[in-house]
């Protein structure tokens, strides 16, 4: 059973400080996605990860995967307070980009 | 410009009254997905059509159906709500099983 675990779920940060939000998953996968939710919106993509040391880098925000060691990594610079929202690891199974299973997601709190 | 359209953003209804969710898209994309995401939650597939072909989760209640008349169009019915239904139900489409998916809105359903 293919399981995506996220680590912190709660992150509360400073304006200007950096952090990362760490997802690991348990059985091989060809892909992973990052989302981002408001409160009470649906989900943005972020990033997409194809392969192993795949890195994507948008505004503040910068994604890698290492599917060797099964994890992810969203690594946040110089945060601001818009980048406040839930964030959500998912690696889909079945071959089908439907069949994802998600992480629990992070939601992170970025204070003045 | 919106792309992936959710009727109605909210939507209420009574503890075992029927009750359907609408979902349009203007991408003409192939497939389309049904997600379930309970408060703090991370989304759930429940089922998705890959044109006419409808793939069912294997642990989504029977209570749930969904009906996919034309390309645009797929509907999520739920026969029965009970109060654990209560969640938001996103409708997402992809343009095969291999490329990212498009979020709606989402609908919340409160059932009272």
């Known amino acids: 059973e293919l399981k995506v675990e996220q680590n912190p779920l709660f992150l509360s940060m400073q304006e200007g400080k950096n952090y990362t939000i760490y997802c690991n998953y348990s059985t091989t996968s060809d892909r992973l996605y990052w989302y981002r939710q408001d409160p009470g919106k649906s989900l943005e993509s972020l990033f997409v990860?194809?392969?192993?040391?795949a890195v994507k880098q948008e505004g503040r925000l910068m994604a890698s995967l290492d599917t060797k060691a099964r994890l992810s990594t969203l690594h946040i610079t110089a945060a601001v307070h818009d980048l406040s929202a839930t964030y959500f690891c998912a690696v889909n199974y079945g071959g089908s980009q439907g069949n994802l299973i998600f992480g629990k997601g992070t939601k992170l709190s970025v204070k003045p | 410009d919106a792309m992936v359209i959710q009727n109605p953003r909210y939507q209420v209804t009574q503890f075992g009254k029927p009750v359907t969710l609408s979902c349009s898209q203007t991408?003409?994309?192939?497939?389309m997905y049904w997600y379930q995401q309970k408060s703090s939650q991370a989304p759930k597939l429940l089922f998705h059509?890959?044109?006419?072909?409808?793939?069912n989760e294997a642990d989504t209640p029977d209570n749930f159906q969904s009906r996919r008349p034309n390309t645009s169009f797929c509907f999520l019915d739920i026969r029965s709500p009970g109060l654990g239904d209560a969640a938001m139900y996103l409708c997402?489409?992809?343009?095969?099983?291999?490329?990212?998916?498009?979020f709606g809105n989402g609908t919340r359903l409160t059932v009272t």
């Open positions: 990860l194809l392969s192993n040391g």
């Open positions: 997402a489409t992809s343009r095969d099983l291999l490329t990212p998916l498009h």
């Open positions: 991408l003409n994309h192939n497939v």
């Open positions: 059509y890959y044109d006419k072909d409808f793939n």
